[in-house]
Nanobody, 114 residues
């Protein structure tokens, strides 16, 4: 299993970014996918998840109404659309897939700053 995140960067408060996570080595469409984030000096926290077919999503309270998780099973990719970004959203963002154990990507840095 390989997960590769992309799309991070520097954005001003109130701005938007869309993260992508491309999966390989697995039948992507059969697995729930999740996004987590880790700020400096803090634990890795849950951000959002999406069911294998995409019909069910969950969000952390801190991002509800601002972030949207989606997936394209034909492209083996999960997305995280982030709007109304705040400085406290600054973190490394990781996607996760669980197959027996958790698999993580290498992460993509998101920095929200003016």
């Amino acid at each position: 299993v390989q997960l590769v995140e992309s799309g991070g960067g520097l954005v001003q408060p109130g701005g938007s970014l869309t993260l992508s996570c491309a999966a390989s080595g697995v039948t992507f469409s059969t697995y729930e996918m999740s996004w987590y984030r880790q700020a400096p000096g803090k634990e890795r926290d849950f951000v959002a998840s999406i069911s294998s077919g995409g019909s069910t999503t969950y969000y952390a309270d801190s991002v509800k109404g601002r972030f949207t998780i989606s997936r394209n099973n034909a492209k083996n990719t999960v997305y995280l659309q982030m709007n109304s970004l705040k400085p406290e959203d600054t973190a490394v963002y990781y996607c996760r897939l669980v197959r027996g154990r958790a698999y993580w990507g290498q992460g993509t840095q998101v920095t929200v700053s003016s």
